[in-house]
C-alpha cells in the first residue's frame, strides 16, 4: 500500500536539526516519503535559513503559529530541554507523531506527563535516544535477548571527553537544560546500556556530580572552544554514579565533558555468567572447550545512528509499527538521571520509585 507523504516539521535549527535531524529527513523528501512542511525556530533568521537550506515550505518563529497554522503527520522537536514536554505535549494533542530529543524531559514528573499524553494521544512518541540505532546495537541485542550471555550481573556505561564542553546553545545553563554532561552524553550509553540489558527496572542510584572546569577562567577547551561567558555555566561537567536494579543486577557508570585523560572514550559492558558483550572492541567474549573464547565481527552494517532513528520512525508510522524505544523506558532513564543528581546532594542513595 503507497502511502502519501508524511508532512514534516521541525521545531528548533541549531546543530542538532542542522546536522543529524534535517539531512535525514531531506534524503526521504527525495525519496518521496516525507514533504518537509514546516520549520520552526524562536530566532526568525535561523529558521529562516534552515527553511532556505533545506527546502521547507515554510518558516516559523512561534511553535503556536506553526500548529495553528498546518496539519502536520510528524513533528520533530530539537529546542533545548527545557521546551521538550510542552512542546510534545501540545503536538500530540494535534495527532502527530511526535519525535523529541533526547533527554526526555527536564525531571520524572515531566516525563510522567508526556508519557500519559501519548497514551491518550493517536500519534507515536519516540525519545531519540540514537545510539540504540548504531552500528552493532541492534546485533549486540540479539545476541542478549537470545540468552546467550545466560543471567546478566552487572555492566559498565562510560563516555569520557579529555575536553569537549559544548559551547553552542545553552547546554550550560541549568534552568535550561538541568544539567551537564551526565543529562547530555550520560543519557545516551544509559539507555543503550540498559536497553541491551533488556531494560531491567532500577531501584536505586547514588552517584556523584562535580564541576571542575566548565566555569573556570582560565579553561582550556581544546577544539571545542569557549564561546559562551563561564560565568554563566552552573551544570556538572563529570558525574560518576552506580545503578541497582531488580534481582541484584548493577550498573556503573561515568560520563565527562572534561577530564585529564589521555583522549576521548566511550563504551560499555555488559556481564552474564555465560558470556559477556563490550564495545570497543565490539564482541562477545565468554569461555568453550576448556579455553576462553572471543568473538567479533569482521563486517557490520555501516548505520548512522541519527539516519536509521529517523528513518525507523518512519516506517513505524508507514506501517503502523511500535517505535523502539518507548516513551516508559524513556521515563526510566530520566528517573535514575534524575537520582543520581539528587543523591549527589544528599551524600545518600536515593531510591527509585
Not at 11 to 18: F, I
Not at 103 to 127: H, I, N, Y
Not at 306 to 313: G, L, P, Q, Y
Request: hydrophobic share 40%; with cysteine.
Amino acid at each position: 500500500m503507497t502511502h502519501p507523504p508524511l508532512r514534516v516539521a521541525v521545531v528548533g535549527c541549531g546543530d542538532v536539526a542542522r546536522k543529524h535531524h534535517l539531512p535525514n529527513w531531506k534524503e526521504l523528501v527525495g525519496e518521496g516519503r516525507v514533504t518537509l512542511t514546516a520549520v520552526c525556530d524562536a530566532e526568525p533568521d535561523r529558521a529562516a535559513l534552515c527553511r532556505d537550506d533545506f527546502e521547507v515550505v515554510k518558516a516559523f518563529s512561534s511553535f503556536d503559529e506553526m500548529l495553528a497554522e498546518g496539519a502536520y503527520d510528524v513533528i520533530d522537536i530539537c529546542t533545548q530541554n527545557r521546551l521538550h514536554c510542552p512542546m510534545t505535549i501540545e503536538a500530540l494533542k494535534t495527532g502527530a507523531n511526535v519525535l523529541v530529543e533526547k533527554p526526555m524531559a527536564m525531571d520524572s514528573t515531566e516525563a510522567r506527563q508526556m508519557v500519559k499524553a501519548a497514551e491518550k494521544a493517536s500519534g507515536k512518541l519516540m525519545v531519540a535516544h540514537h545510539k540504540r540505532f548504531e552500528e552493532g546495537a541492534e546485533q549486540l541485542k540479539t545476541v542478549v535477548d537470545a540468552g546467550e550471555l545466560g543471567e546478566i550481573y552487572t555492566a559498565k556505561s562510560f563516555w569520557l571527553r579529555r575536553r569537549g564542553i559544548p559551547g553552542w546553545g545553552r547546554f550550560h545553563i541549568a534552568e535550561e537544560s538541568l544539567g551537564g554532561a551526565l543529562i547530555d552524553i550520560g543519557v545516551h550509553m544509559l539507555d543503550l546500556c540498559i536497553w541491551l540489558m533488556g531494560s531491567p527496572k532500577p531501584v536505586a542510584a547514588s552517584g556523584k556530580v562535580y564541576r571542575m572546569f566548565g566555569d573556570r577562567e582560565d579553561l582550556v577547551n581544546g577544539e571545542w572552544g569557549v564561546p559562551y561567558d563561564v560565568s554563566e555555566f552552573d551544570v556538572e561537567d563529570y558525574a560518576t554514579a552506580l545503578i541497582r536494579f531488580e534481582n541484584g543486577i548493577t550498573l556503573s557508570a561515568d560520563f565527562a565533558w572534561a577530564a585529564n585523560i589521555p583522549e576521548e572514550t566511550w563504551g560499555f559492558s555488559i556481564l552474564g555468567d555465560k558470556a559477556g558483550i563490550a564495545s570497543p572492541p565490539l564482541g562477545i567474549y565468554g569461555a568453550e572447550h576448556g579455553c576462553l573464547t572471543r568473538k567479533t565481527f569482521d563486517w557490520i552494517p555501516d548505520e548512522e545512528g541519527h539516519r536509521e532513528e529517523i528513518r525507523h520512525f518512519t516506517e513505524c508510522i508507514e506501517h503502523d509499527r511500535p517505535v523502539r524505544v518507548q516513551p516508559a523506558e524513556s521515563l526510566r532513564i530520566q528517573q535514575i538521571i534524575e537520582a543520581i543528581y539528587e543523591s549527589s546532594q544528599k551524600d545518600a542513595e536515593v531510591r527509585i520509585q
